[in-house]
C-alpha cells in the first residue's frame, strides 16, 4: 500500500512522543492498522487522517495524552480525533 508523505512524516513525528522501548510495537500495529482501515475504505493510499487514526488507535492508553501536544503543533486537532483516543484498542 503506498503511503503518502504526510502520513510518514506524522507517524515519525508521533513515535518521537513514546518511550523508546515501546516505539517499534506501535509503528508496526499503527502500519498494519492504516492500511486496513485504508482497505476498507477503498482507498488506494494511506493518507494523514487514517495515519493519526491508526497511530492513536496503536498506543496503549496510558500514553494517548502524550501525542495530543504533536497534533496541536502539527496543526491537528486532537479534538478530531477523540474517538480514536476514547477506543479500547
Not at 39 to 49: F, I
Not at 73 to 81: A, H, R, S, V
Amino acid at each position: 500500500m503506498i503511503w503518502t508523505d504526510e502520513a510518514r512524516e506524522i507517524i515519525h513525528d508521533l513515535l518521537q512522543e513514546l518511550p523508546l522501548p515501546v516505539r517499534a510495537g506501535v509503528e508496526e500495529a499503527a502500519s498494519y492498522r492504516a492500511e486496513s482501515i485504508a482497505e476498507q475504505a477503498s482507498a488506494s493510499r494511506v493518507g494523514l487522517e487514517t495515519a493519526v487514526r491508526a497511530f492513536i488507535e496503536s498506543t496503549p492508553r496510558d500514553l494517548r495524552e502524550r501525542l495530543k501536544h504533536t497534533l496541536s503543533y502539527k496543526g491537528i486537532d486532537p479534538e478530531d480525533y477523540e474517538a480514536a483516543f476514547s477506543s479500547l484498542n
